[in-house]
């Protein structure tokens, strides 16, 4: 391992004399060994970017190169965790350390102590591959099933029963060892055999979402929204409920006190499809506002590789993200920090292509060991002042799938999830609605066309309203009000704090249905000559 | 680390706050310096950047004096750090955090470093406890909780010294046996301001610990002047167990001031010439607030905010929002009705509201009654700009008690006056009121 001095030191960058660094490597800087990533090389220096706060870091201290990239660490023993943006474990360092994070140190994501029980499914003699499965461990409720990282060969000897990760799992003839558990650079995509077009939904149990604006397993959404427009309790009810295998959620860059109310309930709660507890299906990366900037641009990476991790055992996958505007943010400072060329209102002009680059780790693929694994993506943004004509949400538009509008005049009227379902569209719909008419019920498509129908109806009977007000109208307008009232406050809105929070399909059916029957039957009466309030009443 | 200090007198450049200091050896970011002018004066500055063995120092006070010849730079190899003593309840310090009171400074029992550090996520307690401020607009509508920010977004000219007034005076926490130490940042405020808050304060049966910065003070100050007070109240609450209410204002002027040394420094400016990092920044602040798991202290914090041209999507409200867990919105139309304290509802917001209220907390029918008046008076004053256009006889039947109610609910329930209501007093007059316009409460 090398060492060299630091040079120079400007918010969270250093530069130093380190010779023979390669762009992305991974550096040690300082006596305290913060962790720092290389991004400029210069025949006399190094720019460093340093994950964490540099106060108090000086000149002519060592550094150390690496060799080798940031990375994760992946093995049995993630789900149920919660790590900050390196992948260091909270719980712990909160054990050691205390409620502050005062010093910064090298944790590993996994307990290398921790027993597992291991059952081979190689024999000696087998040959072995990149992404091969080697065998299986029980992690809590999922198969965690092992995979063979980049030591290949053939299979010399293969351990069984108790085993703990700092154990050898094998070993290839030749001596080279096979390990339980292994590294993967976040900001490289696992590979793939293949990739599919999305045409499953993912059912959230959000009736605006899965009736309205579905998703697709595999695909991606945002879901930007002004301060107050309920972004996070949306994604929060989505990682409760979504019918996925496993979630992985990322704080990025938000409150405290929220992932701390999160983590509360994530222990309380259970999910609805296997009733067991939603933190057990959960793995949680945090990096709130307070923490450093350059670990929050690193965070989604980190927490990703470990989503496409599980993808390639071929479970579903959702990956939340709260929120890329903050991501995006500390991209910009860092940016800034290397004097780089700004553009649009300051962020660096590859902001898109590193947005649409991630985006695409999204997808449903056969995994390179023939499984069928997919990786959804729900991602919120903070336009500033709620103006979505801001770089992040627009970058964003093109790669997404799904476009979630939150808007704040019916957050302020505390309609929530306040989603508008006017300027809302989702790309998977076409393909989702074949599925849904198959598998609820054949009539799905033709209540979605009603719906919209009735909603785009009111709003231009409220423009005539507006003018000749409402006495004015004729009654079978104003019976579209009524109904329209009626699916905004009981089909759309959805109250996240209520047994409601949670609506599966045949739900979202009933209800739909009987608010369509009910208008249907009262339009009826209307002409038959029967007033409003008769043609209304019989339906009480 | 070097362990001595270090002098300099080789200062290259001078250009507002910032010297630049030439042939320095191992220096650290963040380092404090000591700066001695030729007549004796001395300030504090902070080591901001290093390249090579050129330094950049930002001073803390006034530079007006400074030269480059004979003014000398001490190095001290030190982290700015707080003097922290339970016997600092009381005292009234200025934004350096020296004694504005005439007593001297106490003993110190222990120093921390200013920036404070990140709290765990994983060490914070959900904060759940209910703060009664009297105020039926909070207490019934956007319940504050112990460990909460809730900034108040006000506007030039609305009374927003007398909300934080009210509150000083009448919140309660609901364990009966505890009660709040008040840690008051005074950040830019004018003489006039300044006498108003003293009178409150003095007049308070509780302890306190003010910072002052005035209007004409440092501007760097102001940059410090809250970090001084975070640093106390999260000692206090964290090392001492107290309950810790910090009240700092006003914000806009921290943001300015924010600007002011950003431009100073020559940084990239972003949104209307806030730094880009300002998000950032703000975050460092606001998100001291909070609890931690197995300790009974708190740091709930009220800062105020004052829109600049009234406008919420300035970068100020704006980043503030999307940091603090919601917001108490006051409205110039309603003060202008003579509603006080002219609290608008509809774009205010109390994120752990659900956390505090229902049974056992505050009433078993807190929710729902909230929920009714939310939706009423925000269905009535939909229906006031309809009124505007086809008049009160377009009206339907149903609508008019709606249009009524608003109007009442404006005037009697926001519009409390001066008298402190209970929760329970609260929600009585939120029913009471719905049923004498006939509306349903499911």
Redo the contacts between chains.
Sequence with gaps: MQTGKI?????PTV?VDLKGLKLYERVFVG?GLLTGEVVRLERSHAVIQVYEE???????EPVKGLGMPLTVRLGPGLIGG?YDGLQRP??R??KEM?????VWKEMYGLDYMKRWDFIPSVKPGDELQYGMIIGEIQEGAFKHYLMCGSEQGTVARIASGDISLDEPFGEFTGGLEIPGCHEWPVRMPRPYRKKFAPVTPLVTGQRIIDFLFPLARGGAAIIPG???TGK?IFEQSVAKFADVDIVVYV?C?E???????L??EFDELEDPWTKRRLRDRTILV?N??????AAREASIYTAVTMAEYYRDMGYNVLFLADSLS?WA??L??IS?SLEEM?GE??YPTYLASRLSSFIERAGVVETMNGRIGSLSMILSV?P????FTEPVTQACLRTTGAFFMLDTSLA???HFPAINWFQSYSLYAGDLSEHYCREVAPEWEELRRRCNQILQQEESVREV????????LQDADRLVMRVAERIRTEFLGQNA?SDDAFSPPDKTLVLIRSIVEYHDRAAERLKQGATLDEAMKGEQ | ?RLSEHTYRTISTIAGPLLFVKRV???????VVRVVMPDGRSTDAEVL?????TVLVEVYGTTQGVDIEKTTVTFTDA?KKVPLSPEIIGRIFNGSFLPKDGAPLFIPEKWMPL?????????????ADFIETGITAIDGLNTLVR??KLPIFSCAGLPSKEVVAFILRNARLAQADRSFVVVFAALGLTFHEYSFYQRVLDEMRTGFVAFVNMADEPVMERLLAPRFALTVAEYLA?EKNMDVLVIITDMTNYCDALREISTARE?????RGYP??M??DL??L?????R??D?DGSVTMLPVVTMPEDDI???IP??T???T???IVLSRELHQKGVSPPVDV??S?S??M??GIGEGRTRADH?NTA?HL??YY?KGRDLR??EA???RD???KA?LPMLDFADAFEQEIIGQGAARRTVQESLDAGLVLMKKYSLEVK
């Design positions: 040079l120079g030191i400007s918010g530069s006596h540099t106060r108090g870091l000086g000149v002519g919660m909270l719980e360092m909160r205390g409620p502050f994070i005062r002004g301060f107050g996070t704080g860059g409150r405290g006190n929220e992932m701390a109310d983590i509360a945090v709130t506002s307070n923490m450093p900037v903050r943010e500390a910009r400072e800034t700004p209102e300051g903070s500033p002042g709620g103006d302020h009227r505390r309203a507006e003018i000749v007000g409402i006495e004015g704090y | 680390m050896q191992a220096a650290r970011i963040g380092e950047e290093i390249d090579g063995e982290i920036t404070g550090a990140p709290m765990n996520p994983a060490a914070r307690a959900r904060p460990g909460q964290f940084e990239l400016p972003g949104r880009g990092y998000y950032s975050a460092s606001y998100e001291r607030a909070g931690i798991r300790r999507t300035h970068p704006d980043l929002g999307y940091i867990e919601g917001q509809l774009p917001l994120r752990l659900q956390k929710r929920n939310y939706k925000a700009r309809l256009i086809v008049g377009g009206m339907t609508d």
